[in-house]
């Protein structure tokens, strides 16, 4: 598991997971499906062979799970799960 870098409660925060060392060229990401324990996911694009996602809110001292799954122009799934946590002020 990935550990992404920490926030604070108030921010509102992009994070990218980058799937081009895990697609073959000429393999895009058609779908994307982001899940978030201990936050909130605001919003998410596909930019490429990117995910970008905005997350707000959280608890401090309570860790953030984030499970980023695509789905590819080959019929691949694939999940990436991240680690977070939340600072306080």
């Known amino acids: 598991m990935s550990q992404f870098p920490s926030k604070y409660p108030d921010e509102v925060l992009d994070y990218t997971v980058d799937w081009t060392n895990r697609l073959e060229p000429g393999v895009t990401i058609l779908t994307r ?4 324990e201990g936050a909130t996911l605001d919003s998410s694009v596909i930019f490429g062979k990117r995910i970008i996602f905005w997350l707000s809110g959280g608890t401090p001292n ?3 799970t984030i499970y980023v799954t695509i789905t590819t122009s080959y019929d691949q799934t694939m ?3 991240f680690s977070m946590s939340i600072k306080k002020r």
Do not use: C, K, S, Y
């Open 33 to 36: 499906t982001i899940e978030v």
């Open 62 to 64: 309570v860790p953030v």
């Open 79 to 81: 999940t990436e799960r």
